[in-house]
Each structure stands twice: as structure tokens, then as C-alpha cells.
């Protein structure tokens, strides 16, 4: 088993820790992948709800036409029967008004997004455990009292903070993107009763997006997932089952659907980077590294596949 301090320590395995873990690893790279969840994924994120796993994170992926490096990891799910073109077709509501609109084609999984992530992740190293430290001194970084020959945090900016010790403060200046909250409604009904892949619901106080569970899956299963606005999530942090009635009430609204026969509401603290980045990923001379959709122009699952990937590939550089 590698020993963590002869290798590049991952911390957080979702697809951009993941990414970076396989960038290093094809260069012969040691690496030991850690993240402190049940399940590896990340905000690509599911639980099983009537014994089929529901996206609860991301929505979706796309594939922009200027990543061809993504698009053959996309072509790599889809030859495994991971991953599929779900539609291009969404609606937006405006002023009480539904209305079709043509957009990129967007892609689901059959297993639920999660399992992109899970299939990326087969050949590495990937162990259950929770980081408190991050720190550099004379024998270089320094992982819980324990030396690492670099680090990579693959989280959003308020958790990567949190993790660095006082050594480095002028790496924790530059992690200044502000992320905002979203609640995730999961709602299910006896049968389908709305034609639509999904709705971007503008102008709502409570949501945000409503996205069809059973198209982006494959397997026509009557469930909505409803994302809520950052600020009404913002209001319910502390309590987010107390805000699904609310939630329901907006869904119900949005598509005229009767009372759904179970919900569930999931709680993301940092759901979305707010603002904009240029750089793809953080670098230190120190072999300090940080990745994620908070690096990049828009956040996006690409995104934050290609920050890790990027970054893999740029330590390989530095550590040769």
C-alpha cells in the first residue's frame, strides 16, 4: 500500500480531486486519494429513493466544443453505458409564461452522475478519512502532523481556507470566491403528470430549476428534483425539511401537479461559486494545490473535471 508521505495526497474525491488522482497517476505518479464521505462524488451527488439512486447535486453535464480532452472521457462513459445525451430542450418560466428553448445537449446517467465519478476512480487509491491541517515547514507539507510529497485540495474556497494552517495565509488570501447555498427538493408522484426535461424557473423566490429525474436517467421514473434560489436556502440552512412544503407549493405551481406522495429536501452549503476566475487551478511553489468548478470561467462539471486534470498535470511537471 502507498505510504501517503511518498505520495501526492488528494483530499476531496469528487471529479476534480478524481481527475487530478488520474492525471498523476498515468505519469507514474503515487497518489493517495482521502475524502471524509460515505460515498466518493462530490456535488455530484445521489441518494437511492425508492430503490433507484436521484441526482442531487448536479443537474447535468455538458461538453464544451473547445475540450476535446473532456469530450473522450465523456465518449469513455458513454461506451461503458455510463453516461448518455439526455436533451437540448429545456423550458424557462417567465412571467407565468412556460416556453421551450434550444440549448447545448445536456447529458444524464443511467446510474446517476455519481457513478461517472466511481467509474473514474477504479484504478486509484481511495481512502475514508477526514483532513483538519494543511501546513509547509523545512520538510515540506505537512498533512495532520504527517509529511506529504504535495497536497491538492479539491474543494470550494471556504473549506480549502479552513484546512491551512498559518504557514500558509498567503495561500489562503487568494482563495477569496464566495460560494452560495442551494436546497434540493426531491419529489415523487404516483405517475407522471408534466412533459417537460426541465425548467429554469426565473424570477421565483423559492426556485431556481426544476429538473425531470426520470428523463435524465433513462428509466421514466416520476420524480422532479427542484433546486431552490440561494436565498431562500440561505433562510433554511439550520432546518432544510422545514422548508419543503414551501418547496413543494413552488413545484406544484410551476407544472400545476397535485400533492406528490414523498419528498425529501438535501442541504448544500456550498453549492455555487459566485463571481468569476480565469485560472484553472492554484499552484503554490510549496506543492500546495487547489482545484475545483470554483477555477475556471463558469462552473461546470467540465470545469471542474479539466481544473483537477490541469493541475495533475502541472504537478507531474513540478515534481519531475
Not at 407565468?96 to 487509491?125: C, F, I, M, N, T
Not at 431556481?208 to 435524465?216: E, I, M, T, Y
Not at 440561505?234 to 414523498?262: Q, T
Request: some cysteine; charged content about 30%.
Amino acid at each position: 500500500m502507498t505510504r501517503p508521505e511518498d505520495a501526492v495526497l488528494v483530499v476531496g474525491a469528487g471529479i476534480a480531486g478524481v481527475a487530478c488522482a488520474r492525471a498523476l497517476t498515468e505519469a507514474g505518479v503515487p497518489v493517495v486519494v482521502v475524502d471524509r464521505g460515505m460515498r466518493i462524488g462530490g456535488r455530484m451527488a445521489s441518494r437511492r429513493v425508492d430503490d433507484r439512486p436521484v441526482d442531487l447535486g448536479a443537474s447535468y453535464f455538458t461538453v464544451p466544443d473547445d475540450d476535446p480532452a473532456f469530450a473522450a472521457v465523456a465518449e469513455e462513459w458513454r461506451a461503458a453505458g455510463l453516461a448518455r445525451e439526455w436533451t437540448s430542450r429545456f423550458h424557462a418560466l417567465d412571467d407565468g409564461r412556460l416556453e421551450a428553448k434550444d440549448g447545448p445537449v445536456r447529458w444524464g446517467a443511467a446510474g446517476a452522475l455519481r457513478s461517472l465519478v466511481e467509474h473514474l476512480a477504479e484504478p486509484l487509491d481511495v481512502r475514508r478519512a477526514a483532513v483538519s491541517s494543511v501546513a509547509v515547514g523545512d520538510a515540506g507539507v505537512v498533512v495532520d502532523g504527517q509529511p506529504a510529497r504535495a497536497v491538492v485540495l479539491a474543494m470550494p474556497d471556504p473549506q480549502a481556507r479552513r484546512l491551512l494552517d498559518a504557514s500558509l495565509d498567503d495561500v489562503a488570501a487568494r482563495l477569496d470566491r464566495e460560494w452560495e447555498p442551494v436546497l434540493a427538493l426531491v419529489a415523487t408522484w404516483p405517475e407522471r403528470a408534466w412533459d417537460v426535461d426541465g425548467v429554469f424557473v426565473n424570477g421565483d423566490r423559492v426556485l431556481s430549476f426544476v429538473a425531470d429525474d426520470g428523463q435524465r436517467r433513462g428509466d421514466g421514473a416520476p420524480v422532479l428534483v427542484a433546486h431552490s434560489t440561494p436565498e431562500f436556502a440561505g433562510r433554511h440552512l439550520e432546518d432544510p425539511d422545514a422548508a419543503g412544503a414551501e418547496m413543494v407549493a413552488a413545484l406544484r405551481s410551476v407544472l400545476s401537479l397535485g400533492e406528490p406522495a414523498a419528498v425529501q429536501v438535501k442541504r448544500w452549503g456550498l453549492a455555487r461559486p459566485m463571481g468569476e476566475r480565469d485560472e484553472p487551478f492554484l499552484l503554490d511553489p510549496r506543492c500546495v494545490g487547489v482545484c475545483g468548478d470554483g477555477w475556471g470561467p463558469k462552473p461546470r462539471v467540465a470545469t471542474a473535471w479539466r481544473s483537477g486534470h490541469e493541475l495533475g498535470r502541472a504537478l507531474v511537471e513540478r515534481l519531475d
